[in-house]
Structure formats: structure tokens, C-alpha cells
């Protein structure tokens, strides 16, 4: 499912009235918050759903599978990590 599909699914289960621009905007406004709760608070938890943290990778080297000879460093980064919800992986 892309973004857009998503947007779809969003607006059929908000109603009839609602428009894709409107149902778009919400599904912004909730990742913009989650992106802002971690960045700021370094984990968002949703109850039955799961919870995004801020993850941290640690510099380390990486080779091109087609030239093993050549090491590339891979520079030290922070990245955002999901763990679903007991409830969710149950219904999955």
C-alpha cells in the first residue's frame, strides 16, 4: 500500500464528506506529529498499535559486494525503528 492508497482508506473510514485533500492532511498532520514526538521526545507510543523510537547506528565499514577490496566508511547516523503492538502482531 502506498501513500496514496492509504489517503484513500483514510477518507472512506472518516465518511463520504470527507475529500482526499482533507483525509491527506490528517494522515500528515499524524506523521509530522510522530516525526516531531520522537525528534523531540525520543519515542512515540500508541496503545494497540506500537511504538516508533529513536535509534542510533554507530559508524562502521561497508564493502561493495562486487569489489570486497574496496572498504567504504559508513558514517554514524540516527534512524527511526518501529515495534508493533502485542495486539497488532495478533491480528496480523
Known amino acids: 500500500m ?3 492508497q492509504l489517503i484513500e482508506e483514510v477518507q472512506k473510514k472518516l465518511g463520504g464528506d470527507t475529500s482526499k485533500r482533507a483525509a491527506g ?3 500528515d498532520a499524524v ?4 516525526t516531531q514526538g520522537v525528534k523531540k521526545h525520543g519515542r512515540v507510543l ?6 516508533f ?3 542510533h547506528r ?3 565499514m561497508g564493502r561493495n559486494p562486487k569489489k570486497p577490496e574496496i572498504a567504504v566508511k559508513i558514517p554514524a547516523s540516527n534512524t527511526m525503528r518501529f515495534t508493533a ?3 497488532l502482531k495478533k491480528t496480523l
Not at 31 to 34: A, F, Q, R, V
Not at 46 to 51: D, M, N, Y
Request: hydrophobic share 50%.
Open 2 to 4: 502506498n501513500k496514496a
Open 25 to 27: 492532511e490528517a494522515l
Open 31 to 34: 506523521l509530522e506529529s510522530i
Open 46 to 51: 500508541i496503545v494497540g498499535f506500537g511504538t
Open 53 to 55: 523510537k529513536l535509534a
Open 58 to 60: 554507530n559508524e562502521r
Open 85 to 87: 503492538a502485542e495486539v
